[in-house]
Antibody
Framework: EVQLVESGGGLVQPGGSLRLSCAAS????????MNWVRQAPGKGLEWVSH????????YYADSVKGRFTISRDNVKNSLYLQMNSLRDDDTAVYYCARRTPLGGMDVWGQGTTVIVSS | DIQMTQSPSTLSASVGDRVTISCRAS??????LAWYQQKPGQAPQLLIY???SLESGVPSRFSGSESGTEFTLTISSLQPDDFATYYC?????????FGQGTKVEIK
């Protein structure tokens, strides 16, 4: 079964750090680019970051650029999001998602919740 | 950045209705547009990619079309399982922006 499972969410104080992980199974992880997408409580979807298959191409949303770092380990079939200098408005459910060659995100994890609060 | 403007924000419809949701891009995105469905407490599900290509396993009552920078998601005959929130997303250029969403409610 094709599956993505996120972990690492939790409660963190403003200015703190958190590292999210996404474990992939059921498909050849190294053959797909990957994305992080978040959703603040009661709000819409916000694309956060993209990483290509070989990590050669990386993009970030302006709202997280310079604070978040996306990475992947194709041996461990895992995607990561290192989040530093966290702010209240980073509070959200964070999803990892597989991107198809034609651009849609066809497989999503169940999400992990990040709460930034003092 | 490319802005994606969806309309309407909320739509009230009945089972069997034909439903259309619009998404306008602030500049040309070719056909690099996807549509997603999201139900409360669930992750989004891909419905349409490349503006009009139906994702495998998605019912044929869903279709997508484009005209310049205007994109449309159509549900030909609304079913009970279709009451959800729908998002468009452009992936022509980073940042890959989503529309603000359209909630389809029971009339």
């Amino acid at each position: 079964e094709v599956q993505l499972v996120e972990s690492g969410g939790g409660l963190v104080q403003p200015g703190g750090s958190l590292r999210l992980s996404c474990a992939a199974s059921g498909f050849t992880f190294s053959s797909y680019s990957m994305n992080w997408v978040r959703q603040a409580p009661g709000k819409g979807l916000e694309w956060v970051s993209h990483i290509s298959r070989s990590s050669s191409t990386i993009y970030y949303a302006d709202s997280v650029k310079g604070r978040f770092t996306i990475s992947r380990d194709n041996v461990k079939n895992s995607l990561y999001l290192q989040m530093n200098s966290l702010r209240d408005d980073d509070t959200a459910v964070y999803y990892c998602a597989r991107r198809t060659p034609l651009g849609g995100m066809d497989v999503w994890g169940q999400g992990t919740t990040v709460i930034v609060s003092s | 950045d490319i802005q994606m403007t969806q309309s309407p924000s909320t739509l009230s419809a009945s089972v069997g209705d034909r439903v259309t949701i619009s998404c306008r891009a602030s500049q040309s995105i070719s056909d690099w547009l996807a549509w997603y469905q999201q139900k409360p407490g669930q992750a989004p599900q891909l419905l349409i990619y490349k503006a009009s290509s139906l994702e495998s396993g998605v019912p044929s009552r869903f279709s997508g079309s484009e005209s310049g920078t205007e994109f449309t998601l159509t549900i030909s005959s609304l079913q009970p399982d279709d009451f959800a929130t729908y998002y468009c997303q452009q992936y022509n250029s980073s940042p890959w922006t989503f529309g603000q969403g359209t909630k389809v409610e029971i009339k």
